[in-house]
């Protein structure tokens, strides 16, 4: 059984930032991908940033150049730095992992994170 625990969201003002954190525990494949989806109120969730266990980034659109993901395998954590957020940033932030072992993803319970002045 694999578990994502998430932390690091909450209230920013805009132009603030945050960081995300997410370790994952659990029989985890040595390569897979994490990464954050995001869903706002009314909409689709949808990819935010992924970084492979090699190091391979992937960056939607909205977070290029505001937003930098990391990890650290050894500890089969992910972060994600958000800079120069913006209200339209508001969004329940879903840690997740795909195990490319098995094909299978796993999914955290999501973390608030709330961009207001």
């Known amino acids: 059984q694999v578990q994502l625990v998430e932390s690091g969201g909450g209230l920013v003002q805009p132009g603030g930032s945050l960081r995300l954190s997410c370790a994952a525990s659990?029989?985890?494949?040595?390569?897979?991908?994490m990464g954050w989806y995001r869903q706002a109120p009314g909409k689709e969730r949808e990819l935010v940033a992924a970084i492979t266990s090699g190091g391979v980034r992937n960056y939607a659109d909205s977070a290029k150049g505001r937003f930098t993901i990391s990890r650290d395998n050894a500890k089969n954590t992910v972060y994600l730095q958000m800079n120069s957020l913006k209200p339209e940033d508001t969004a329940v932030y879903y840690c997740y992992i795909h195990d490319m072992g098995n094909g299978r993803h796993y999914w955290g319970k999501g973390t608030l994170v709330t961009v207001s002045s």
């Open positions: 659990g029989s985890i494949f040595g390569f897979n991908a």
